[in-house]
């Protein structure tokens, strides 16, 4: 059974402010999977990322500065998310095309991810993508 928009899910994480900084902690109850990659991508106003899908890589975002909006696709709905705080983040099963458009200078996404890279995992283009799908 394919994903769908509605196995797309914001998790809140365990948040501790205080009055020398805020923390913010990513659990293994927080993470719907075991992980083996984490990265951070820095962007400005405007730019855009991903713009893929994996066939079978989860991933889990969440944004450590700034704004960013996850848009997210199952082939047939599409749902949009605001990532501005790092205690929420949002869970991006596979099968699942997502685009992040960042909408202030300077900010950043943590992705974590339950695969090692690999490039046979992605598809880059939307045709591909609902050619899977759809088959």
């Avoid at 900084?21 to 855009?48: H, M, T, Y």
């Avoid at 899908?53 to 996850?70: D, R, V, Y």
């Avoid at 996404?109 to 045709?127: G, N």
Wanted: with cysteine; glycine share 4%; hydrophobic share 35%.
């Amino acid at each position: 059974m394919r994903n769908k928009i509605k196995d797309v899910t914001i998790k809140n994480l365990t948040y501790i402010p205080e009055k020398r900084g805020e923390l913010s902690a990513i659990e293994e109850n927080n993470v719907p999977f075991s992980f083996k990659r984490v990265f951070a991508v820095k962007a400005n106003k405007g730019d855009i990322r991903g713009n893929h899908a994996h066939i079978k890589c989860k991933q889990f975002m969440l944004c450590l500065n700034g704004e960013i909006e996850i848009i997210v696709d199952d082939g047939l709905s599409k749902k949009n998310f605001i990532l501005n705080k790092p205690d929420i983040g949002v869970y991006v099963p596979n099968e699942i095309w997502s685009i992040q458009r960042y909408l202030r200078d300077e900010s950043v996404l943590m992705v974590i991810c339950d695969l090692d890279f690999d490039e046979k995992d992605y598809l880059r283009k939307y045709e591909d993508f609902k050619n899977f799908i759809n088959n």
